[in-house]
Antibody, heavy 121, light 107 residues
């Protein structure tokens, strides 16, 4: 049974760094073909892809946010961590992690429940 | 960046209706497109990938088509549990992007 679950602060202040953890189960982060991505959704808005990390450790980021994002994985703990620096109220959103699949493509076949993060002083 | 434009943004329909949603890409993306369903307060769920491949367990009333720049998601006979928002996503070049969404609600 594949499952992902996000955790982290639900309230951060402007300029702070957000750290979110995605705990995964039912698959291994170092198995060929596996990957985990982060996607966010501001209230009432569409989905926005942020970053993805692959089984071999390669990472890709949204160019719009690349300077503020870091994605890492800890295979021994079955965790993927996303940090986003210099948080702003416009970053208020639900943040999802999701398992990435596909040989020449990147679709997300299992999602966590999401964590809603408010950015406010 | 590849832009995805969904139409319509809102769609009112009745149970039993045939519903078609369109996703247009700003440049050709071959068959590299997925469709997701999202209900209020829930995470998105993958329905279709590679434009027309149904994810295991997804009802066969859902189907996807198209290639290049124009894609469709069709629900052959709308069921009560299908009232939701649908998103397309392109799959193979970065940045990955999603369409703006199509909300299907009750007529």
């Amino acid at each position: 049974q594949i499952a992902l679950k996000e955790s982290g602060p639900t309230l951060v202040k402007p300029t702070q760094t957000l750290t979110l953890t995605c705990d995964v189960s039912g698959f291994s982060l170092d198995t060929s073909g596996e990957g985990v991505g982060w996607i966010r959704q501001a209230p009432g808005k569409a989905l926005e892809w942020l970053a993805v990390i692959y089984w071999h450790g390669n990472e890709r980021y949204s160019p719009a946010l690349k300077s503020r994002l870091t994605i890492t994985k800890d295979t021994s703990k079955n965790q993927v961590i996303l940090t986003m620096s210099n948080m702003d109220p416009v970053d208020t959103a639900t943040y999802y992690c999701a398992r990435r699949q596909g040989i020449t493509m990147n679709y997300f076949d299992h999602w966590g429940q999401g964590v809603f993060v408010t950015v406010s002083s | 960046d590849i832009q995805l434009t969904q139409s319509p943004s809102f769609l009112s329909a009745s149970v039993g209706d045939r519903v078609t949603i369109t996703c247009r890409a700003s440049q050709a993306i071959s068959h590299y497109l997925a469709w997701y369903q999202q209900k209020p307060g829930q995470a998105p769920k993958l329905l279709i990938y590679a434009a027309s491949t149904l994810k295991s367990g997804v009802p066969s009333r859902f189907s996807g088509g198209g290639s290049g720049t124009e894609f469709t998601l069709t629900i052959s006979s709308l069921q009560p549990e299908d009232f939701a928002t649908y998103y397309c996503q392109h799959l193979n070049t970065f940045p990955l992007t999603f369409g703006g969404g199509t909300k299907v609600d009750v007529k």
